[in-house]
């Protein structure tokens, strides 16, 4: 399928087992419409695979022990 997610969403084609949003939910402002499109897909699993890891020189000057904060993620 080829086009807006929200769209092909809408669609009443748009029956599936599993969604996956791989790498997209921070690219839109649209997170409350995406969530309630997914469910209306009638899955019964949604994976939501998200992860801003900041550019080397954008790295915070602060020192942190947190174990939640990951920077230079190769993945």
């Given at each position: 399928?080829?086009?807006?997610?929200?769209?092909?969403?809408?669609?009443?084609?748009?029956?599936?087992?599993?969604?996956?949003?791989?790498?997209?939910?921070?690219?839109?402002?649209?997170?409350?419409?995406?969530l309630?499109?997914?469910?209306?897909?009638?899955?019964?699993?949604?994976?939501?695979d998200?992860?801003?890891?900041?550019?080397?020189?954008?790295?915070?000057?602060?020192?942190?022990?947190?174990?939640?904060?990951?920077?230079?993620?190769?993945?």
């Open positions: 399928m080829c086009g807006s997610v929200f769209d092909l969403l809408r669609s009443e084609e748009s029956r599936f087992d599993m969604v996956l949003c791989l790498g997209f939910f921070y690219h839109t402002i649209r997170h409350a419409e995406l309630d499109l997914m469910k209306g897909t009638g899955a019964t699993l949604v994976v939501i998200t992860e801003v890891t900041p550019a080397v020189d954008q790295i915070p000057l602060v020192s942190t022990d947190d174990p939640r904060i990951v920077y230079r993620n190769p993945t």
